[in-house]
């Protein structure tokens, strides 16, 4: 149980187009889920916490007009990379929330940003 | 602020050598979680541990064992006999308390762990 799927596992891309991530909850409903991001050799570095029917809120330093999240039902959240650019390339990992105290994370997906 | 520090960015060790990670958090809540995750080559995060901040008894799950004290903010990860499928990244973690953001993870910069043969 507490699986968590991610989809594409990686994509390729051109600057300027925009690039829609999925994050779901296979076997359970999560409130909240959590975006992050990872360079390569590097720390995950939360992006945005978003909580099903409102707002995700931001972390500083993330523009929200880039990175856009929706969280629109209990088992899926989406983050969409707008106008990507080659500096935009990272993985990014979903979380999902079942409980305030316990997250499953999902496999990640590589973007690459040409 | 809050802050996790894993000061040993690569660690390589022959196996059946025991290793320890180390993890130094900072923290202002008098509650929160610690966490050590790791991630191999395929990058998918794997879950190690959850330790409640109350909690300071020393956990023992086959080879890994944790080592908790709040007088120092360390909570550091023990790896004993190590084989080549230890190699990875591994990442401790803080959590601020529940009714604070709670759930949101604070990474350390990650430890890059190789076991040769």
Redesign the interface.
């Known amino acids: 149980g507490a699986v968590v799927s991610q989809h594409p596992s990686r994509v390729i891309c051109k600057s300027g187009t925009s690039v829609k991530i999925e994050c779901r909850s296979l076997d359970f409903q999560a409130t909240t889920m959590f975006w992050y991001r990872q360079f390569p050799k590097k720390s995950l570095m939360l992006m945005a916490t978003s909580n099903e029917g409102s707002k995700a809120t931001y972390e500083q330093g993330v523009e929200k007009d880039k990175f856009l999240i929706n969280h629109a039902s209990l088992t899926l959240s989406t983050l969409t990379v707008t106008s990507a650019h080659p500096e935009d390339s990272s993985f990014y990992i979903c979380s999902a929330a079942p409980t305030t105290d316990t997250q499953y994370f999902g496999p990640g997906t590589r973007l690459t940003v040409l | 602020a809050q802050k996790v520090t894993q000061a040993q960015t690569e660690i390589s060790v022959v196996e059946k050598e025991d290793v320890t990670l180390d993890c130094v958090y900072e923290t202002r809540d008098t509650t929160y979680?610690l966490f050590w995750?790791k991630q191999p080559p395929?990058?998918?995060?794997v879950?190690l541990i959850?330790r409640n901040s109350f909690d300071e008894q020393n956990e023992i799950s086959g080879r890994y064992s944790w080592n908790f004290q709040k007088s120092t903010s360390s909570f550091n990860f023990t790896i004993t006999a190590s084989q080549v499928v230890d190699s990875a990244v591994y990442?401790c973690a803080l959590?601020p308390p529940?009714y604070n953001?709670?759930?949101?993870?604070?990474?350390?910069?990650?430890t890059?762990l190789s076991v040769k043969p």
């Open positions: 979680y995750y395929s990058g998918e995060l879950f959850r990442f959590s529940i953001q709670g759930g949101k993870l604070i990474f350390g910069q990650g890059e």
